[in-house]
């Protein structure tokens, strides 16, 4: 059986990403798609956009923003996610988690996030956050409940970073 690396992208679609942030967003993601098109490894790509709601995302057609930076649609759609694929993860398979965010985040309680480190994929997965704006205490607080350490809270992630990230996981 083959190794499988998933990468699961969250990325902020609210109206605090509209212009710059969210042209740089989808830049960085169309770079992470084909740099993860020739790694080693094999590499399954889900990307979940958020604001009000949550919906998957291709990040070659064009990303509208609009609405508030609602967190907890995007935790709920990747729960949901993850719980269906439980059963098919194995051995072989890592994870990495990656949020793409304005830096403003209204999380209602975080039930969503408490809910994804119950499932083994989550809990044992990379975790990794890319901020395009600024943070608010508030705001900081809630992503920092995503990641294991602050140090996982970056201005920029590059492709070939995430390429060297997948290509380890095995090692």
């Not at 949901?80 to 965010?101: G, N, V």
């Given at each position: 059986?083959?190794?499988?690396t998933?990468?699961y992208?969250?990325?902020?679609?609210?109206?605090?990403?509209?212009?710059?942030?969210?042209?740089?967003?989808?830049?960085?993601?169309?770079?992470?798609?084909?740099?993860?098109?020739?790694?080693?490894?094999?590499?399954?790509?889900?990307i979940?956009?958020?604001?009000?709601?949550?919906?998957?995302?291709?990040?070659?057609?064009?990303?509208?923003?609009?609405?508030?930076?609602?967190?907890?649609?995007?935790?709920?759609?990747?729960?949901?996610?993850l719980?269906r694929?439980?059963?098919?993860?194995t051995k072989?398979?890592?994870?990495?988690?990656?949020l793409?965010?304005s830096?403003?985040?209204?999380?209602?309680?975080?039930?969503?996030l408490?809910?994804?480190?119950n499932?083994?994929?989550?809990?044992?997965?990379?975790?990794?956050?890319?901020?395009?704006?600024k943070?608010d205490g508030?705001?900081?607080?809630?992503?920092?409940?995503f990641?294991?350490?602050k140090?996982?809270?970056?201005?920029?992630?590059?492709?070939?970073?995430?390429?060297s990230?997948?290509?380890?996981?095995?090692?």
């Amino acid at each position: 059986m083959k190794k499988i690396t998933n990468v699961y992208i969250l990325l902020d679609c609210s109206a605090y990403m509209q212009g710059r942030p969210i042209l740089k967003a989808q830049q960085v993601l169309i770079k992470y798609v084909r740099a993860l098109a020739f790694s080693k490894s094999k590499v399954k790509i889900r990307i979940i956009g958020y604001n009000d709601t949550s919906f998957n995302l291709n990040p070659l057609n064009q990303i509208f923003t609009s609405g508030k930076p609602n967190i907890d649609e995007a935790l709920k759609q990747l729960y949901y996610s993850l719980a269906r694929e439980e059963t098919t993860s194995t051995k072989r398979t890592r994870s990495i988690f990656m949020l793409h965010t304005s830096g403003t985040v209204i999380a209602n309680n975080n039930h969503p996030l408490k809910l994804l480190f119950n499932i083994k994929e989550f809990a044992m997965g990379l975790r990794y956050i890319v901020v395009y704006g600024k943070t608010d205490g508030i705001s900081k607080r809630a992503l920092s409940a995503f990641v294991d350490t602050k140090d996982k809270i970056l201005p920029y992630f590059s492709d070939s970073r995430l390429c060297s990230l997948v290509d380890s996981l095995f090692r």
